[in-house]
């Protein structure tokens, strides 16, 4: 039962901060396409980012809930199958939020600003890699003991 709970943990996770990306990346862009000047436009993305890793707090605390209770319950998995869905639908969110990133990217008129988006992207592969890497390590390491 344990790997239901870093499957379900993971998915929770990588599917939240998929859409959290989203909605961000596409509020960036419109604050991007203002007629205001570069330093207005910095002060609304750091505000912006802001929000971000706030509501990326929000919705990494049931996945950390899941992932606590899966250590505190060791089973042995009978079968490492499941882990193929996390690896899937991680797999997926990336291209997703790189596809995301793409079509925004192309969009902006404002060279300067490209660069952090490329950054936000990096940022978001990072956040949304967490949680799928502990599920594979907490799923193999609970099988192998």
């Known amino acids: 039962m344990s790997i239901w709970y870093f499957i379900i943990?993971?998915?929770i996770a990588v599917i939240g901060m998929m859409?959290?990306?989203?909605s961000t990346i596409y509020t960036i862009e419109g604050k991007l396409q203002e007629d205001k000047t570069d330093n207005e436009i910095y002060q609304d993305l750091v505000r912006i980012q802001t929000m971000f890793f706030i509501?990326?707090?929000v919705v990494e605390i049931v996945p950390l809930i899941l992932i606590v209770l899966a250590f505190m319950n060791p089973e042995p998995a009978s079968s490492m199958s499941p882990l193929?869905?996390?690896?899937?639908?991680?797999?997926?969110a990336m291209l997703r939020i790189y596809q995301t990133h793409q079509q925004v990217?192309?969009?902006i008129e404002k060279q300067q600003f490209r660069g952090f988006l490329t950054?936000?992207?990096?940022?978001e592969i990072g956040l949304i890699?967490?949680?799928p890497i502990i599920a594979?390590?907490?799923a193999l390491t609970l099988s192998v003991g």
Do not use: D
């Open 55 to 57: 509501k990326h707090a």
């Open 9 to 11: 943990g993971a998915l």
């Open 84 to 92: 193929i869905i996390v690896a899937v639908v991680w797999i997926g």
């Open 129 to 131: 890699s967490t949680f």
């Open 19 to 22: 859409f959290i990306y989203q």
């Open 136 to 138: 594979i390590v907490g």
């Open 119 to 123: 950054k936000f992207m990096m940022i």
């Open 105 to 107: 990217a192309n969009r």
